[in-house]
């Protein structure tokens, strides 16, 4: 079918964010081809027989210069709309293509290019119209679209119709979203001088993207978008982890099949071209190359994966979403309503936590008369759907005391929100998604970029990070979030309940210790009854200790150990003692206890005890991490050289530490995933 094309027409607009994350004005290369039959202004040699390219880009233009459009995708559905409105008798299908350079640090540019026809002209204008009107263009009645196509269906017996759709060939179905001229420093290669340097790749790397599951939607409030847009900035960066860290690769084969793993199976798209170039290999070539495109279908076979649909379909696995919820409080013990909140989401049925933010202090927003607010947010891995996750939300804040009132930013209990849940988008009279307002508000903000600061607004189609960034260089709101470790399970302590967290906002603690072994700090400390170490303990917060230690473990290897049973004998009458005495403070002392056994700590905590700290994290059991978990107490683990000679030695070195505390911060890790 003939066309008529325009190339490398450059315009300058701002769509999406450009490599440093700024929403600027940015170049844009776009280039189109429009199906339509050229053999009558052959013919009759007549200009005005033929589609007006001038008069199309002048209109293009004027929409380029004054849309408000966020991403790349939408922003190619308009172009596409405006041409094949140009002309509506001519102009059967347009193949788009619009470059934007420099986006992606060392990269040439990111491209999408997409084929819209006469069959898509009436779904576009769904989608498209209202902006498009917006900028000032005038587009045609559509009511007559389709008879008016039937009239110029055959031209010089051809059915342009279906002729136009031949031509089109995959691109009828799939869109193109490439990413050119990424290069990255790997170590690859299988001869022996290339193990020991890194050289430059080049990768030319194409998502194909089905029509029918980009979900395009309607005018929402925050204008036309796509349910679903790419960010590619942040697949780009997984790439890019993912080669650099995996370097060792002997072929460009296993790379290229290593890139196609991470956009099949962690970013989830059914198909990828990659081409990887390998430009100092070859003396009288330009580069050596490998090219591959996978289906899922065929990656999975390939690697010898299990495909979701191939699982058991006797008890099929439930699909697992990923959803972040903001947790606020202001009335009431905080530090406990959130603790509560987080251990009775964990401990309902099909929602797991699985990561937590820090918590902060904030100021209250809208009604400004009310106490502060303790705020943080957690990572949840859910199969509930979003209203189900709402309600159970609901239930908890129902159970632990949030009354409802009419003012919903007034003072409350709790206050729990699903902030984001996956990258889905809704809009409902009861329930919206994200949560309404979000990017203006640094402490829900805050804690999600502790967690991920790369998850993504599916509405703004922005990060967290980027967002938050946005709120303080463009809306110009200060982050002034006060970040806060709690020193207890509760505020019982009073305003020594927690402790400012960052350096910038310290305020040092003294702990004094009251040494029960003896000869744990070779001064001779023991004390001869419970009453005697009562009394030091609250001499020393008298004289300025904020916390104070309950050491009934020696740090000698020659001291006698005490059984469970005597330490607990020993350990909880002196904080019972301690809680006795200071009862009528209104800043009481931070108690901790220093043991290794699961049961004292429990029995401690029971009594009154706010820490478990430990000099012996190398010997921790997992029964202890069981109860700083179940009681939200904090835990503070050290480590200790465990050979009596080791102790009274010089120092490790740093490989000796590395090879004793690396492992132990490892198997901790996976301990407090099991919980």
């Not at 102009?91 to 540019?109: A, E, W």
């Not at 759709?165 to 691109?171: E, M, R, S, Y």
């Not at 330490?567 to 909880?572: C, P």
Request: proline content about 3%.
């Amino acid at each position: 079918m003939d066309t008529i094309e325009v190339h490398e027409f450059e315009v300058r607009t701002m769509v999406g964010r450009d490599a440093w994350g700024r929403k600027k004005i940015q170049p844009l290369v776009i280039s189109f081809k429009m199906q339509t039959s050229i053999s009558k202004a052959a013919i009759l040699d007549q200009v005005s027989e033929s589609v007006h390219y001038g008069l199309l880009l002048k209109a293009i233009t004027k929409f380029v210069e004054k849309q408000k459009l966020g991403e790349l995708e939408i922003f190619a559905e308009h172009i596409a709309f405006t041409i094949l409105t140009f002309d509506i008798k001519r102009i059967f299908g347009v193949f788009l293509t619009i470059k934007k350079p420099n986006s992606i640090h060392n990269s040439n540019s990111v491209d999408i290019s997409i084929y819209r026809c006469f069959e898509d002209v009436h779904h576009l204008e769904k989608i498209c119209l209202d902006e498009l009107n917006n900028c000032g263009l005038t587009i045609p009645n559509l009511d007559n679209y389709n008879s008016i196509k039937s009239e110029n269906a055959s031209i010089n017996s051809i059915n342009t119709l279906e002729q136009s759709i031949l031509d089109a060939g995959n691109l009828y179905k799939e869109d193109l979203f490439i990413i050119k001229g990424l290069k990255i420093n790997v170590l690859l290669g299988a001869n022996s001088f290339e193990r020991f340097s890194t050289q430059v790749i080049i990768i030319d790397l194409t998502l194909h993207i089905d029509k029918k599951d980009k979900a395009l939607q309607k005018k929402s409030q925050s204008g036309n978008f796509p349910m679903k847009t790419l960010n590619y900035h942040i697949l780009v960066q997984n790439i890019v982890e993912y080669v650099e860290k995996g370097t060792g690769y002997l072929t460009l084969e296993a790379l290229s099949i290593s890139i196609a793993r991470v956009c099949i199976v962690d970013f989830g798209f059914e198909k990828v071209s990659i081409l990887v170039k390998k430009p100092c290999v070859l003396v009288f070539a330009n580069c050596s190359a490998v090219k591959i495109t996978r289906t899922r279908d065929q990656l999975f076979k390939e690697l010898n994966l299990v495909l979701p649909c191939l699982q058991n379909a006797i008890s099929p696995r439930m699909e697992s979403h990923i959803s972040y919820i903001s947790i606020g409080t202001n009335l009431g013990d905080k530090i406990k309503n959130i603790h509560n909140s987080i251990k009775m989401i964990n401990e309902s049925d099909n929602i797991r936590v699985v990561d937590t933010g820090f918590l902060y202090q904030s100021k209250p927003m809208y009604l400004e008369d009310q106490p502060m607010f303790f705020n943080t947010a957690i990572k949840v891995e859910t199969s509930l759907n979003p209203i189900a996750l709402q309600k159970l939300l609901k239930r908890i804040e129902i159970e632990l005391g949030r009354v409802f009132t009419e003012d919903k930013n007034g003072p409350r209990i709790i206050d729990l929100d699903i902030i984001l849940y996956d990258t889905l988008v809704i809009d409902t009279a009861e329930l919206t998604i994200p949560d309404p307002g979000m990017e203006n508000r640094h402490f829900q903000l805050q804690p999600i970029i502790d967690m991920d600061p790369f998850a993504v607004h599916g509405k703004l189609n922005s990060s967290v990070c980027m967002l938050s960034r946005d709120l303080i260089t463009i809306k110009g709101v200060v982050n002034d979030l006060v970040q806060v470790m709690p020193l207890s399970n509760s505020e019982k302590n009073g305003s020594k309940s927690v402790v400012l967290a960052h350096s910038h906002q310290k305020n040092t603690l003294v702990m004094g210790v009251t040494d029960v072994v003896g000869e744990s700090f070779n001064y001779g400390g023991k004390f001869d009854s419970i009453d005697e170490a009562v009394k030091h303990s609250m001499n020393l917060f008298k004289e300025g200790a904020d916390i104070i230690d309950i050491f009934s473990q020696s740090m000698s290897v020659s001291s006698k150990m005490f059984g469970p049973g005597e330490e607990a004998k020993i350990v909880i009458p002196i904080i019972e003692g301690i809680m006795s005495e200071s009862k009528n403070y209104e800043n009481k002392p931070i108690i901790s206890v220093n043991t290794s056994d699961a049961k004292v700590a429990q029995k401690a905590l029971d009594a009154g005890a706010d820490v478990i700290c430990n000099i012996s994290g190398s010997n921790l059991n997992s029964d202890v991490f069981n109860v700083a978990a179940e009681y939200g107490c904090p835990l503070i683990l050290m480590h200790k050289r465990e050979d009596s000679k080791a102790i009274s030695g010089p120092e490790e070195n740093d490989d000796k530490y590395k090879n004793d505390v690396i492992p132990l911060l490892t198997s901790m890790n996976d301990i407090i995933l099991s919980i």
